[in-house]
Nanobody, 121 residues
Framework: QVQLVESGGDLVQAGGSLRLSCAAS????????MAWYRQAPGKERELVAT???????NYEDSVKGRFTISRDDAKNTVYLQMNTLKPEDTGVYYC???????????????WGQGTQVTVSS
C-alpha cells in the first residue's frame, strides 16, 4: 500500500513563504512525475507544478517565479517552495505521484490527503 503524506501547510501573511513536503512510502520501485495541485474554496482542483524523474519542471502561470518544485528521490519526497505568497494562493494543496510498484505491471497514480495553505492580506 502506497501513502503520500503532505506537510508544511500553515497560515501566513501575504508576502511570506512556506515550504510544503510530500513523502511517499510503501512498496515503490520508482517514481515518475510528481506534482502539486491546489483547490481553492468553491473552485476546481488545478495543477500548480510538476517535476519529472529527470528533473524537468513546469509551472502554472500565476506561480512562475514565485514557486519552486523539487524532489529528493533518495527520500521519495517532493517539495514546493512558495515565496511571495498572495491571498489567491489560499487553498488545499495536494501531492500527486505517478509511480511503479512491485505488484503492478503499469504505473499508478496516487494522491495525498492535502494540506491547508491560508494567506492573509
Amino acid at each position: 500500500q502506497v501513502q503520500l503524506v503532505e506537510s508544511g501547510g500553515d497560515l501566513v501573511q501575504a508576502g511570506g513563504s512556506l515550504r510544503l513536503s510530500c513523502a511517499a512510502s510503501g512498496s515503490i520501485i520508482s517514481i515518475n512525475t510528481m506534482a502539486w495541485y491546489r483547490q481553492a474554496p468553491g473552485k476546481e482542483r488545478e495543477l500548480v507544478a510538476t517535476i519529472t524523474s529527470g528533473g524537468a519542471t513546469n509551472y502554472e502561470d500565476s506561480v512562475k517565479g514565485r514557486f519552486t518544485i523539487s524532489r529528493d528521490d533518495a527520500k521519495n519526497t517532493v517539495y514546493l517552495q512558495m515565496n511571495t505568497l498572495k491571498p489567491e494562493d489560499t487553498g488545499v494543496y495536494y501531492c500527486n505521484a505517478n509511480l511503479r510498484q512491485w505488484k503492478y505491471l503499469s504505473p499508478r497514480e496516487y494522491w495525498g490527503q492535502g494540506t491547508q495553505v491560508t494567506v492573509s492580506s
